[in-house]
Structures are given as C-alpha cells and as structure tokens.
C-alpha cells in the first residue's frame, strides 16, 4: 500500500490533478465528471490516499458523488484559507495550483478536519438558501431602480419602465415565495431537521431564516459544533490589534466573515431588543452604562448564536428569564 496525496484543481470542464507519490510528481488533467472521476480514482483503490481541493461550490458536486465510495481520507479547503497560507508568490495556473493544493495538505493535514459526505436534506436546503439569496438581490436592485425612473420624467421613459419593472417585481416575489415554501417542506421532511428549528426558532429575534440559515451552515449542528466557532464564523467576535507600546487599537471584529449570515443575525439582533426578554434588558442595560450601540447590538448577535447552540444542545426550547440582569 502507497502513500499517495493529490491535489485537485478544480474548473467547471476540467479537473488538473497533482500525483504525490512519492518521489515521483506526476500532473494529469481529466474531464470534471462522473464517469471519469470514477475510472481514475479506481486505480488507486488499494492506496493509502489523500485528497485535497478546494471548496468551488457546484463544481465540486461530481467528485462529492464519487468520493464516498473509496475509503479516502479527503480534505476540502477553504479557498481564503488556501491563498493566505501561501505567501509571496508570483504567477499561477492550474497545474500550479494543484501542485500548491498537495502542498497545503501535506504541511497542514493535522490541523484541518477531514470532509464528510453531506445528507441530501441538507444539500437541498443550501441549493435552496442559495437560489434565495439570489432573488433577494434582485429584488433589492429593480427595488433601487423604482426609484432612478422618478428621475427620468424629462425623457418620458418612467411610466413604461416603471410598469414593467412592477411586473418583474411581481415574479420575483412569487419566486421567493414558492422557494421559502419548498425550504419549509424540505426541512418538515426530515424529523430532526424539523426539531432543530422549533427550538432554534423559541430564541428571541430568531425567526424562519435564521433557523434556516444555522442548520444549513452548521450541516445540522455536526460540521460546527461550538458556539464560539460560529460566531468567529459569523464575525461577531472581537479580537484585539496591538503591537509593542505604540499599536493599541480597541478590539474589533474580523473582516473575514459570512457576510449573510452576519447581516441576518444583526436583524435578529434588532427584533430581539424589541421584544419583552432578557436579551432587551441587557442591552438597555449597557446602554445606560455608556456602552456604544453597535457594539452592545454585537453583543447581542453573539448571544443569540450562544442561545441558539444552548438550545440545540440541551434540546429544550428557550425559556426567557426576566430576572437576569
């Protein structure tokens, strides 16, 4: 049995492959779907093999179908991750990025977790979150562009584009509309699924999207399982900026975040301080001590994902108490 690592490159037509085997270093290019994934994996069936790539969203999908029928130990990067840890570097192409792939997986294997295979229902609800989001973009745009007609009065286009603009306004709400349904339908389908989100939805400012959103990111509470890990993930978590004596900024939180997911914890943030609970009371609270908004309402977006893991993990909705202060 051989010690074999590769690194995947992967594009939507193609996958450029990188052969570690020791000390021979051999790059192949295959077509980026089933049937040859599968011929070429096959041959290293008996080997002790180790697979690297990088997160590229459906571009993965065939190697995800392939994958679970080999006993491979395989690794999926992020591609932040994967670009931060190289340094200076002058020029690419996928050849190269395959071989820098095997590269990162060789020095960092210790320290990342191996991929698993995702439930169908939680692949269903991410393809899904996605289309969401897309129709929640265009909404947001022809909403902007409503607005720009009123200042075309001048060359007489506003009423015909306004119209028409409505009618697509019209489509895409329905889209959205029917999506949201078939991610309700998704998740009642599945027992535990539908448990997750009655007790994620008991915490307060936590509606239906962000219960959706949680168990889709989380993968059901088993790819992260750690409150902390999550709001790192979220970026609402403050970290500090000094050096020496002369660098001593206050703490703030990191750049590198899911943006959505932040954006949609921060509305839940603002509904929960609205309503009677503890959540209101501790930020009224911080308030009245000099504490400034944004930060309090950080705070707050932490304490929810805390909350929101509390729940899952004692599987026992959350009951507000008025009394802490």
């Given at each position: 049995m051989?010690n074999?690592?590769?690194?995947?490159?992967?594009?939507?037509r193609?996958?450029?492959?990188?052969?570690h085997?020791?000390?021979?270093i051999?790059?192949?290019?295959?077509?980026?779907?089933?049937?040859?994934?599968?011929?070429?994996?096959?041959?290293y069936a008996?080997?002790?093999?180790?697979?690297?790539?990088e997160?590229?969203?459906?571009?993965?999908?065939?190697l995800?179908?392939?994958?679970?029928?080999?006993n491979f130990?395989?690794?999926?990067?992020?591609?932040?991750h994967?670009?931060?840890?190289l340094?200076?570097?002058?020029?690419?192409?996928?050849?190269?990025?395959a071989?820098?792939?095997?590269?990162?997986i060789?020095?960092?294997?210790?320290?990342?977790?191996p991929?698993?295979?995702?439930?169908?229902e939680i692949?269903k609800?991410?393809?899904?979150l996605?289309?969401?989001n897309?129709?929640?973009?265009?909404?947001?745009q022809?909403l902007r562009q409503?607005?720009?007609?009123?200042?075309?009065?001048?060359?007489?286009?506003?009423?015909?584009?306004s119209?028409?603009n409505k009618?697509?306004?019209?489509?895409?709400?329905?889209?959205?509309?029917?999506?949201?349904?078939?991610?309700?339908k998704?998740?009642?389908?599945?027992?535990?699924?539908?448990d997750q989100?009655?007790l994620?939805r008991?915490?307060?400012?936590?509606?239906?999207?962000?219960?959706?959103?949680?168990i889709?990111?989380?993968?059901?509470?088993?790819?992260?399982?750690?409150p902390r890990?999550?709001a790192?993930?979220?970026?609402?978590?403050?970290?500090?900026h000094?050096s020496?004596?002369s660098?001593r900024?206050?703490?703030?939180?990191s750049?590198?975040a899911?943006?959505t997911?932040?954006s949609?914890?921060?509305?839940?943030?603002m509904?929960?301080i609205?309503?009677?609970?503890?959540?209101?009371?501790y930020y009224?609270?911080k308030i009245?001590?000099?504490?400034?908004?944004m930060?309090v309402?950080?705070?707050v977006?932490?304490?929810?994902?805390?909350?929101i893991?509390?729940?899952?993990?004692?599987q026992?909705?959350?009951?507000?108490?008025l009394a802490?202060?």
């Open positions: 051989k074999v690592i590769i690194g995947i490159d992967i594009s939507s193609t996958l450029d492959i990188c052969i085997n020791y000390p021979a051999e790059h192949q290019v295959i077509e980026n779907d089933i049937k040859a994934i599968r011929s070429f994996f096959r041959k008996k080997d002790d093999l180790v697979v690297a790539m997160n590229t969203g459906r571009y993965n999908w065939n995800f179908e392939v994958l679970p029928s080999f130990k395989v690794y999926v990067i992020s591609p932040l994967l670009k931060k840890s340094g200076l570097i002058r020029g690419k192409n996928d050849q190269i990025d071989s820098r792939i095997c590269s990162f060789e020095r960092n294997q210790a320290d990342i977790s991929w698993k295979p995702t439930p169908v692949k609800l991410k393809v899904l996605t289309e969401r897309s129709r929640i973009k265009m909404q947001r022809l409503q607005q720009d007609y009123k200042l075309m009065k001048s060359i007489s286009f506003q009423k015909e584009l119209k028409l009618k697509l306004l019209e489509t895409v709400d329905l889209q959205v509309k029917n999506v949201e349904a078939q991610i309700e998704t998740i009642q389908a599945d027992e535990s699924l539908t989100a009655r994620i008991s915490v307060p400012g936590v509606g239906k999207v962000v219960s959706w959103m949680m889709a990111k989380t993968e059901g509470f088993t790819m992260i399982n750690n890990k999550m790192c993930y979220c970026g609402v978590v403050p970290f500090d000094q020496g004596t660098i900024q206050r703490p703030r939180v750049i590198y899911d943006k997911m932040k949609t914890l921060h509305l839940a943030a509904s929960a609205r309503l009677d609970n503890d959540l209101r009371m009224r609270r009245e001590e000099g504490k400034n908004k930060s309402l950080n705070a977006r932490n304490k929810i994902i805390h909350r893991f509390a729940v899952i993990k004692n026992t909705l959350y009951k507000t108490d802490l202060s």
